[in-house]
């Protein structure tokens, strides 16, 4: 068995939870760039550089293109990018800094 979280569901579904701001059941485009741009994961100078990362970002996370990241792609997307074995994290430290970047909702 791999790190925890790598294997639980439930700390990934914390997560999940936290980026579904209107607590639908997915995350949209507008959920999506808001936990994009808290984590700073987009570029800052490059308004036009940002936009294309998150369509690009998107377009993976979105496996079945609905417009929406279910939880079962959000977990898929974790596995595949955050997951791996050079990003290990605990679940608990990972957890602090979603909710860190969520806090000032």
């Known amino acids: 068995m791999g790190p925890i979280y790598t294997s639980s569901t439930a700390a990934l579904r ?7 701001a209107d607590g639908n059941g997915s995350i949209d485009r507008d959920e999506f760039s808001s936990i994009m ?9 490059d308004e036009a550089a940002a936009e294309k990362a998150l369509a690009q970002m998107f377009d993976v996370a979105d496996i079945d293109h609905d417009g929406t990241v279910s939880f079962d792609e959000f ?9 791996a074995p050079s990003s290990a994290k605990p679940a ?7 909710t860190a970047a969520f806090a000032a909702k």
């Not at 741009?37 to 100078?45: A, E, G, I, K, S």
């Not at 977990?75 to 997951?83: D, I, N, R, S, T």
Request: aromatic share 10%.
């Open 14 to 20: 914390r997560a999940f939870d936290i980026f579904d």
């Open 37 to 45: 741009h808290r984590l700073h994961l987009l570029p800052r100078d």
């Open 75 to 83: 977990c898929a997307m974790f596995h595949q990018h955050v997951g």
């Open 92 to 98: 608990s430290h990972a957890t602090q800094e979603v």
